[in-house]
């Protein structure tokens, strides 16, 4: 598509993505996609990325069925970051069981605290 050829990839052929739920506009995670996992998210509006530890693709929630449906696309200024807002299908978009991957709150002090609240057990949904 005309727009993948606007995006700038880094050297590895990747963009990083934000991913914000489209309601309450809280982010939900961040990730990376190749050329190819853009175009898949446009055609399927489903939110597909490219994992770096796996090298293959993977669409959100697969194996949880917490999914996301892509409601609005955006891109940086500079076309080297794009935003993902998104429907998320299911209560938690963090393979740890929490609603968002944002869930620890750092204080100035170095402290840190749990912010969210667990929805899952991860270890039920993906057998590690």
């Not at 939900?28 to 996609?33: E, I, R, T």
């Not at 190749?34 to 669409?59: H, V």
Request: net charge positive.
């Amino acid at each position: 598509m005309e727009i993948t050829k606007q995006l700038k990839f880094n050297k590895d052929g990747l963009i990083p993505v934000v991913v914000q739920d489209w309601k309450d506009n809280v982010v939900l995670m961040v990730a990376y996609m190749n050329a190819e996992a853009f175009e898949k998210t446009l055609k399927t509006k489903k939110a597909t990325f490219w994992s770096r530890s796996r090298q293959k693709f993977w669409i959100k929630g697969e194996q949880s069925g917490n999914i996301q449906k892509v409601k609005e696309i955006y891109y940086d200024c500079d076309a080297d970051c794009i935003l993902l807002k998104v429907h998320q299908v299911g209560d938690s978009a963090c393979h740890t069981g929490y609603r968002s991957c944002f869930y620890r709150k750092l204080s100035f002090t170095g402290n840190t605290r749990i912010i969210g609240k667990k929805i899952f057990d991860p270890k039920k949904v993906y057998g590690k």
